[in-house]
Structures are given as structure tokens and as C-alpha cells.
């Protein structure tokens, strides 16, 4: 893997990449927890704009989980059609609001832990919520994050939760804020899962991936 020093350049130069003034909203974003982490929920496996749909669809019928839990699963099944796996995003929805009535006083929860005791609710979806919603620094690892960090060295894991854990022990405290959407927009735009741009890339001389293209 990547020495601490090399850490701290990839980030250096993810941050002095980032194009200036505001960005635009992440799809998961929300003010308000509850809406925020049913939209990560929805969000499994789903383009963003499928995802905004089926959000804005639901809570046109219902906004709380006592509203939600009042429908028939058929209501909720139909609002949701558009971010796909309905079905199984309806039980899970179903879970989600149970508990948090009936265990957490309908207070979505402040921290990693309290968010992954949470039904249908991971190690992802917990640091969305910790980034986006509450302002604590998390950098959540999507297949994007994930590729990007094994590719580079910048963290190890054989699956996304675990190169969260290797990442979040080897980040700079002051990277946490915005690592993860330097990350995602570099894996989408430069370190791509398929026709990855490595004679341009601006970390190539740290990056060691062996079926790297220039």
C-alpha cells in the first residue's frame, strides 16, 4: 500500500483537482434525517435519477415513518417502482420504519454504530448520513471509492465495507470532509472501471495497479 506520505500527496492533488464553488447536491442529501436515509436506502443499486424519483414519488404519499408504515405494501411497492429491487426495498422500508418507531423513539440515530443497527442500513449508507446529513467527517466507499482506493494502494479491501475500515484508518483527518466526493468524481472521470484514462491521470507516477494502460 501507499506510505502515509503518499497519502497525504494523492489527496493533496484530489483536493487541488476539485473544481471550485458549490457543488451539486448529492441525491442522498437531505436536511431532514429521516428523508435522507430512506433515499440511501432506495438508493441500492439504482441510477441517481431513478433514485430521485422514486423518493420524490414516496414522499408525495407519506414523509415519516408512522406515514409510511400506514401504507399497504402495494402502495409503497408502486412509489418506489422506479429505483428497481421494489419489492425487496419495500420489506426493508418496512423494517427500517418498524424499528425506528418502536426502538428509537423515531430519532434517526448521530453515529456510525447507532446508524448500522439500523434494518437494510451499512457501513455506506451509515457515512452518507454522517457526511451529507449531519457534517461528520466520513468518507463513505461506493464501487467507485472502493476501485479507486485497491487500484492506488490507498486502502485495501476485499469488499467495500472493509476498504472503508482500511481507509478511514489511513485518511487524513482533514481530507474526511470531501475525500469522498474527490474519490468518486476521480473514479468516475479518470480511474474508470473500464478504459481507465492512466496515461493521463494525475497520480501515476504513485499509483503501482499492474494492468495499468500508459
Known sequence: MLSEKDVETVFRRLAERAPPGPREPHVKEDPEPFKALVSCLLSAQSRDANTAKARDALFAIADTPQGILALDDADIAAAIKPCGLYNTKTRNLRRLCAHLVEVAGGVVPRTREGLMALPGIGRKCADIMLLFTFGEPAIAVDTHVHRVCNRLGLARGKTEAETARSLDARAPAWAKLDGHLWLLD???????????RCASCLLRDLCAWPERTD
Open 186 to 196: 476521480f473514479g468516475k472521470q479518470t480511474c474508470r472501471s473500464r478504459a481507465p
